[in-house]
């Protein structure tokens, strides 16, 4: 869709859509395909906090279905930067030029702070979460944790991780379109600190509070980050509810 404000049909919409959504599907299935060669490597690194245990498959093809789930999560960690672009440029009519140009410049700290939660959840969550699982009541129970289950426990926490790393720069452009102020954030710490206790306890592999807390202490830390970018953000920057106010009052003098 052309970044000049033209009005077009829900058909127009569609198409637009279908189009983006094809290329982005194009690099995708390119970026699977190159990811296959690194995909060893891949599952060697993902293994590694287990130490010298080894996961065992139960089924003839668990292993082939594994290696190709995570070339083809390789893949889509290869083609983020597409997928967002191509979600930009569909936005991009909707929005204001100042708005434009920060939503651009937004783009590789996407990338920049999803990598930054992969490794936080990779170095410093993961290995302490699995040596906790494997101590746990091990003197009753032996561990013999499948490929399958264990590569989709890995993985699934390494993508909310860095999904949830996106905080700061969300909340950053939101005060930039004039929906949320640093004033807001910071009056909803409170359900802010509830909301982080949540997404640990779902994020987290285990239920005790220290691996909560692994999680917790640096999404708190982000959203005060958020404020912080909120506050910067908001600067010059009429809220949008204001904005609203204001227009629907200009247009009951004009209808009167």
Same mark, same amino acid.
């Given at each position: 869709?052309? &970044?000049?404000?033209?009005?077009?049909?829900?058909?127009?919409?569609?198409?637009?859509?279908? @189009?983006?959504?094809?290329?982005?599907?194009? !690099?995708?299935?390119?970026? &699977?395909?190159?990811? #296959?060669?690194?995909?060893?490597?891949?599952?060697?690194?993902?293994?590694?906090?287990? $130490?010298?245990?080894?996961?065992?498959?139960?089924?003839?093809?668990?292993?082939?279905? #594994?290696?190709?789930?995570?070339?083809?999560?390789? $893949?889509? !960690?290869?083609?983020?930067?597409?997928?967002?672009?191509?979600?930009?440029?569909?936005?991009?009519?909707?929005?204001?030029?100042? *708005?434009? @140009?920060?939503?651009?410049?937004?783009?590789?700290?996407?990338? #920049? !702070?999803?990598?930054?939660?992969?490794?936080?959840?990779?170095?410093?969550?993961?290995?302490?979460?699995?040596?906790?699982?494997?101590?746990?009541?091990?003197?009753?129970?032996?561990?013999?944790?499948?490929?399958?289950?264990?590569?989709?426990?890995?993985?699934?926490?390494?993508?909310?991780?860095?999904?949830?790393?996106?905080?700061?720069?969300?909340?950053?452009?939101?005060?930039?379109?004039?929906?949320? &102020?640093?004033?807001?954030?910071?009056?909803?710490?409170?359900?802010?600190?509830?909301?982080?206790?949540?997404?640990?306890?779902?994020? &987290?592999?285990?239920?005790?509070?220290?691996?909560?807390?692994?999680?917790?202490?640096?999404?708190?830390?982000?959203? *005060?980050?958020?404020?912080?970018?909120?506050?910067?953000? $908001?600067?010059?920057?009429?809220?949008?509810? =204001?904005?609203?106010?204001?227009?629907?009052?200009?247009? =009951?003098? #004009?209808?009167?």
């Amino acid at each position: 869709m052309a &970044t000049h404000d033209v009005e077009m049909s829900i058909w127009e919409h569609l198409d637009e859509l279908r @189009k983006r959504m094809t290329i982005a599907v194009i !690099c995708l299935v390119v970026t &699977t395909a190159a990811s #296959v060669v690194f995909t060893t490597r891949f599952l060697e690194l993902l293994i590694e906090p287990m $130490g010298d245990a080894m996961p065992q498959t139960i089924a003839p093809t668990e292993h082939f279905v #594994v290696f190709f789930k995570v070339a083809l999560i390789g $893949g889509v !960690c290869m083609s983020m930067p597409m997928f967002v672009y191509q979600a930009v440029r569909y936005m991009l009519p909707g929005l204001l030029p100042h *708005e434009r @140009k920060w939503l651009y410049l937004l783009i590789p700290g996407v990338f #920049v !702070c999803f990598v930054g939660g992969v490794a936080f959840a990779a170095l410093i969550m993961l290995p302490a979460a699995i040596t906790f699982m494997q101590s746990f009541l091990d003197t009753i129970v032996e561990s013999n944790w499948t490929l399958e289950n264990y590569i989709s426990f890995v993985t699934r926490v390494l993508f909310w991780m860095g999904v949830v790393f996106q905080t700061p720069l969300v909340l950053f452009f939101l005060s930039k379109l004039g929906l949320v &102020t640093a004033t807001q954030l910071a009056k909803g710490r409170k359900w802010a600190v509830l909301a982080i206790a949540l997404i640990a306890a779902m994020v &987290t592999p285990t239920p005790d509070p220290v691996n909560m807390m692994i999680v917790m202490i640096p999404l708190y830390l982000l959203y *005060e980050v958020g404020i912080i970018l909120a506050r910067f953000g $908001g600067r010059g920057v009429t809220p949008r509810s =204001e904005r609203n106010a204001s227009l629907s009052a200009e247009a =009951e003098e #004009v209808a009167a």
